[in-house]
């Protein structure tokens, strides 16, 4: 069985709640260890707030030994942190750190096989420890990787973005030929080795209005996106595009396509949050390591309140367990059923 490490994230956030819901499900037991990463404390005091009598963990003493078919918490932190439901604290923001590096060292170490990260506030976490706009920026960091790609995921539904957490004005001087074949070969390397997709075929999106409309609105697509694209086809891959963001996905084209590669993020994550706003996950792909995440944030205004709901979080937890799964397989040659 895999161990699946899961970071609380902000406890003060919804992440504590949708992560003890989401451990009710038996068909995680029956294939796959969680392990928490976070706080023992944190955990029977949402257990308590929420009536979940029947959640039970056990405390991860040794580092490393995990019991199976168990929900395992590593504590993170041995003072008492001061819970806040749905407030903005610095205490918040020390326990997610504290939990996120835990879990990377663990997961360097191999302790655990996978890692699903629990909502953080991106502006109190900030810190001479964590100067990223997110987990994506932070993970890619910690495991040296070149470049990654955040790709929401939603049963057949896969949307990537080649510029995330950057300001609108800044998108058009970010997006070069260069990066779009970096992400697209991410992409489709992904998608065959973490999704067990044989020769995927990607849509690219335009960057401008009607792809610029011949250069009334903008150059992109003909100087740098369909440079990028041409690049990609004759390495053999089925890329095609670029399609104008409001035609392509109002016309339900995103069902012909294993992956679309939008340009920044509201052009992929509105449609994709749209389509798939409770079961979306948020996947990292391209790094040696396997992170994902539920496709929601903090939640502040329902933390506490026992009204989150937790199937992003399973969806996530068990997007891990597949892509480890596909991983293994691709390595070793193992058989569905092993």
Known sequence: MPRIGITLGDINGIGPEVIIKALSDNRIMNNMTPVIYGSTKTLSYYRKNYHQD?????????????????????????????????????????????????????????????????????????SDDFNFPGHTEYLTDAFNSPDSLMLLVSDDLRIGVVTSHIALKDVANKITSKKIVNKLRIMVKSLTLDFGLQKPKIAVLGLNPHNGDNGLMGNEEAEIIS??????????????????ADGFFGGNMQKGYDGVLAMYHDQGLVPFKTLAFDTGVNYTAGLPIIRTSPD????????????????????AIFLAYDIWRNRRKALIGIDDNT
Not at 70 to 80: G, I
Not at 299 to 308: D, H, L, M, P, R
């Open 227 to 244: 440079p990028a694209i041409e690049i990609l086809r004759e390495e053999g891959t089925l890329v095609f595009g670029p399609f104008p």
């Open 296 to 315: 929601h944030g903090t939640a502040y205004s329902i933390a506490g309140k026992n009204e989150a709901s937790e199937t992003s979080m399973r969806q």
């Open 54 to 126: 029947e959640f039970n963990y056990m405390q991860v003493k040794q580092k490393g030994e995990t019991i199976v078919q168990k929900v395992n918490v590593v504590n993170c932190w041995n003072e008492v942190l001061e819970i806040k439901a749905g407030e903005v604290t610095e205490q918040g923001a020390i326990a997610s750190r504290l939990a996120l590096q835990k879990a990377v060292i663990d997961l360097k170490e191999g302790h655990i096989d996978a890692l699903v990260t629990g909502p953080i506030n991106k502006h109190n976490i900030q």
